[in-house]
């Protein structure tokens, strides 16, 4: 089945450690995007990526860092950085970035400190 | 901010009754999307309603788009314990790669 996997589903980290999120889609989709949401809260763009070897900052990108070596990947690294980073985070595609189209999302990263 | 707004942050209703949840946002959009997400899951697309249209439906779903007020509606009819989630409106900006989103209505809806 088609679709985005990201893991793992829990992780935690300790404190001044780095920790990958891995994000997966076999959709055959150009962009890709991680958020991050707080509880109750929406949703807030951290990088996005339209193509391959290319991303973008998003509103909070601070603390984090990412990567588009493949098409089908998009891995999310927390730095030490990242002074607050407890929270679910998201990762989503779309079939081309820049027109507006639906977004496909995994089924999220709840990252917590240790 | 771009973000959008949803109202109410939380609804309550009995099986059967229908659902209204607004959402408002600040600049020109090309379109809006409605998406859902169960507890602790990650988000599922429900419907989009581009900049140029007025009312879309879908099934149980009927979405509205009021441009010159930057306001959207979503209508579910006859509500199922099921529909029990959060819904988030989220605006695609003309000529950007960014989604908006609100920080969601929560319903709950009661067998």
């Known amino acids: 089945d088609g679709g985005i996997t990201q893991s793992p589903k829990y992780l935690f980290r300790k404190e001044g450690q780095n920790v990958t999120l891995s994000c997966e889609q076999n959709l055959n989709h150009d962009a890709m995007y991680w958020y991050r949401q707080d509880p109750g809260q929406g949703l807030r763009l951290i990088y996005y990526s339209q193509i391959v070897n290319d991303f973008q900052k998003g509103d909070i990108a601070e603390g984090y860092s990412v990567s588009r070596e493949k098409k089908e990947s998009f891995p999310l690294t927390v730095t030490s950085a990242q002074k607050n980073p407890t929270a679910f985070y998201l990762c989503?595609?779309?079939?081309?970035?820049?027109?507006?189209?639906?977004?496909?999302f995994g089924s999220g990263t709840q990252l917590s400190v240790l | 901010s771009q973000q959008g707004e949803e109202d109410p942050q939380a609804l309550s209703i009995q099986e059967g009754e229908n659902a209204t949840m607004n959402c408002s946002y600040k600049?020109?959009?090309?379109?809006l999307q409605w998406y859902r997400q169960n507890s602790g899951r990650g988000l599922v697309h429900l419907i989009l309603?581009?900049?140029?249209?007025r009312e879309k439906h879908s099934g149980r779903l009927r979405v509205t788009l009021d441009t010159s007020k930057k306001s959207s509606s979503l209508l579910i009819t006859a509500s199922r314990a099921a529909d029990t989630a959060s819904y988030f409106c989220?605006?695609?900006?003309?000529?950007?790669?960014?989604?908006?989103f609100g920080s969601g209505t929560k319903l709950n809806v009661k067998p």
């Open positions: 309603i581009r900049s140029n249209e």
């Open positions: 989220a605006t695609a900006v003309y000529n950007f790669n960014k989604f908006y």
């Open positions: 989503a595609s779309s079939i081309a970035g820049g027109y507006g189209e639906k977004l496909f």
């Open positions: 600049t020109s959009i090309n379109n």
